[in-house]
């Protein structure tokens, strides 16, 4: 594999701080998302609407910590990757990632051709 250029220190370290908060942002929500779960999964009640309710109330809970937890599995990602200075470089092709992809996803794995090609299921 060819050697790639890799983003310049003090670039990555002002991602490194985004991701940070974000990360920090997203153990918050996890952590309130886990206990409004159990709040809502706790309601005793006898009225079959209120049930439903309750249940779909508790699965909008469970797949919105799903979606949380998966993007902050991206964003220990990409903090790894700033550790070993890998970070806005492409998993697939390798080549850096473009600035306005970065801004817009600091934890983006793909560069935006890539991420096309995944969108369509051809990587
Ligand atoms: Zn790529």
Not at 40 to 66: C, L, M, R
Request: contains cysteine; neutral net charge; charged residues 30%.
């Amino acid at each position: 594999m060819e050697v790639v250029e890799s983003r310049v220190a003090s670039e990555v370290a002002g991602y490194k701080r985004l991701l940070q908060v974000k990360q920090e942002e997203l153990v918050r929500a996890i952590a309130r998302t886990d206990v409004d779960g159990r709040a809502t999964s706790d309601i005793d009640t006898q009225d079959p609407v209120d049930k439903a309710n309750g249940s779909f109330a508790k699965e909008y809970f469970f797949q919105q910590s799903d979606a949380e937890r998966a993007i902050l599995g991206l964003v220990q990602a990409a903090l790894a990757r700033a550790e070993n200075g890998e970070f806005g470089i492409c998993v697939a092709c390798g080549k850096p990632l473009e600035p306005k992809r970065l801004e817009a996803v600091p934890w983006a794995r793909h560069c935006i051709r890539c991420q096309k090609l995944q969108d369509k299921g051809l990587l």
